[in-house]
């Protein structure tokens, strides 16, 4: 499943879309890449709206960044 993961990171907010089991894991594997932003929130992906806003592919793949 997919999840949105929100954050702020150096004072810009921000979100990448995780494939994780749960929120709960979705919302550390965004923690272990970027030890020092602040998790905002953690949502089930929403097709047609984050369609409106797509992510980027990071080098790893396992999350994708929109900023």
């Known amino acids: 499943m997919h999840f949105t993961v929100g954050f702020k990171l ?35 992906q929403n097709r047609r709206g984050d369609a409106r806003h797509p992510s980027h592919v990071p080098a790893d793949g396992g999350a994708e960044d929109t900023h």
């Open 10 to 44: 150096k004072g810009k907010a921000g979100h990448v879309v995780v494939d994780a089991e749960d929120a709960l894991v979705a919302a550390l594997k965004v923690k272990a890449e970027l030890p020092e932003a602040m998790t905002m929130y953690v949502r089930p």
